[in-house]
């Protein structure tokens, strides 16, 4: 395994101290839900997360009409503690997404404790070594990175406490120093914590974008959306409810320029969780407001970003399809 390269220094610091609060702010509650990923071969990719990434099959509906337009044979949601982290929707007619185009830059798996999250970086050790990209010390947590069998970012991280980040101005200071994985699995691993690897909780903490420009990233995702501008790297954005270091990141390090999605693998769908129904509502004003098309099935809310990366927003508690 190598290090992550560096990415950025720490955050500038432009943004007031104080939180902002008020109807154009997203709701401090907010959290994010399993990702949908199209894939070429479902086999395939659910023995990875299942196998390689410990998660368990959580369910597997019988095939229907593609909620996202494209017709599919079946899906497959796994997670962890009965909470999904990725739907995997088999749509194996469409192409291969180029490097330079948006889409997913990776899903962020948060887990409450380092053994749980140094047991799943062995699992993968072991069995997928060649899927490992990097390890970093952002500050703010220790992560790291892999990519699926369909070329598919993913991030295994662990957050140091609260009050062990350090804000200046409004902006969380965030960095990418090295990270030893061999030292780490050495601190954290042990033949108990790998003999329940994937018997942890998990949750999907973040979701990274990759997108055409980043002033259009913050006209949507905050002027629009309303979600808060916690640090911006050079070509990134980070962005977060309620405190939190960032909830989602938009960066064009790989596809600066980069217009509308054509219909491809990868990203299907990044899911919202709002805390009540008034606050889908409150967002379906701001979106009507500012021209961007909106489906409401009466369970979730569905739009586009400018780069055709379809998001949902549901209220907790609520079962979309």
Known sequence: MTEH???????????????????????????????TLRVGDLDGMTAYYRDTLALQVLDTPAPADDVLGIPSSASVT??????????????PNLPVPGRGEAGLFHTAILFDEEPALAATVASIAMQATGTYTGSADHLVSKAFYFT???GNGIELYWDRSRDQWAWENGFVKMDSLRLDPNEYLREHVTDQVLAEVGAKPAAVGHVHLQVGDVEGAQRFYVDTLGFEVTATWPGALFVSAGGYHHHLA????????????ASSLGLGEVSIVVPTADDVAALT??????????????AALRFQDPWRNLLKVTAEGTTAA
């Open 5 to 35: 390269a560096t990415l950025a220094t720490t955050a500038t610091t432009t943004q007031p101290t104080t939180t902002p609060v008020g109807p154009d702010v997203i709701a401090a509650g907010t959290e994010m839900d399993a990702v």
């Open 78 to 91: 796994l997670g962890r503690a009965g909470t999904p982290l990725v739907v995997l929707r088999h749509t």
């Open 148 to 150: 699926d069998p369909e």
């Open 250 to 261: 938009m960066n064009t390090w790989n596809s600066r320029g980069a217009g509308p999605r």
């Open 285 to 298: 004003s701001r979106l009507t407001h500012a021209g961007v098309a909106v489906t409401d099935d009466g």
